[in-house]
């Protein structure tokens, strides 16, 4: 099973930006659809952003589109989420998940999809 690691997360002001990165270990990255989940104090966790195995097949939350960006490196075994014009709803825990995937392209924004998970990093935004 693969080891997940994030890190990047922070406290900043409305309208800033962070890079969140998630290293895996153990088994090759390319194997595994990734996602990104969060979750905010009292609140239960939600999707954020998926990126399929190619890399090439991204979706985003609503909540977050236009201003949060999945990407992934292969070669570096780490995926990253681009988080830009960040607004104080967007603090919360964010989570990296990751599904050993047959289909190539595929992404998925279930969590029960899901079978390795990070511990997660710390995003606070104040206003």
């Known amino acids: 099973q693969v080891q997940l690691v994030e890190s990047g997360g922070g406290s900043v002001q409305a309208g800033g930006s962070l890079r969140l990165s998630c290293a895996a270990s153990?088994?090759?990255?390319?194997?595994?659809?990734m996602a990104w989940f969060r979750q905010a104090p009292g609140k239960e966790r939600e999707f954020v952003a998926a990126?399929?195995?190619?890399?090439?097949?991204?979706r985003s939350a609503d909540s977050v589109q236009g201003r949060f960006t999945i990407s992934r490196d292969n070669a570096k075994n780490t995926v990253y989420l681009q988080l830009n014009s960040l607004k104080p709803e967007d603090t919360a825990v964010y989570y990296c998940?990751?599904?050993?995937?047959?289909?190539?392209?595929?992404?998925?924004?279930?969590?029960?999809?899901?079978?390795?998970w990070g511990r997660g990093t710390q995003v606070t935004v104040s206003s």
């Open positions: 990126i399929s195995r190619s890399g090439d097949v991204t």
């Open positions: 153990g088994r090759t990255l390319s194997l595994y659809a």
């Open positions: 998940a990751a599904d050993l995937a047959a289909r190539i392209r595929a992404v998925y924004i279930s969590q029960s999809t899901y079978d390795s």
